[in-house]
């Protein structure tokens, strides 16, 4: 499985931004997928997850900010990220759970700044 991360930039505090991540390969073996993000000197983090049926779980720190969305006919994972803050800044990477394995995407940067 292959997963292809887009979307990050710099962003103004209050500002959006909507992260994709396209999936390609075996992703048949795929069940749920994610969104993580690492800022510098932290352990990564969950952002948000969801299964295959739509069912989505956000952290409490984003909830009501952030809003995980898929497009299985696509193969495509969405995270859109509104009222952004500057403790959102971070490395994201989109993931897809496989039956013994989690694949990651390569990181798109996501800068709050003004």
């Known amino acids: 499985v292959q997963l292809q991360a887009s979307g990050g930039g710099l962003v103004q505090p209050g500002g959006s931004l909507r992260l994709s991540c396209a999936a390609s390969g075996s992703i048949g073996s795929i069940s749920g997928m994610g969104w993580y993000r690492q800022a510098p000197g932290k352990q990564r983090e969950l952002v948000a997850t969801i299964t295959p049926r739509g069912t989505t779980n956000i952290v409490d720190s984003v909830k009501g900010r952030f809003t995980i969305s898929r497009d299985n006919a696509k193969n495509t994972l969405f995270l859109q990220m509104n009222s952004l803050k500057p403790e959102d800044s971070a490395v994201y990477y989109c993931?897809?759970?496989?039956?013994?394995?989690?694949?990651w995407g390569q990181g798109t940067l996501v800068t709050v700044s003004s």
């Open positions: 993931a897809a759970f496989g039956p013994r394995l989690t694949y």
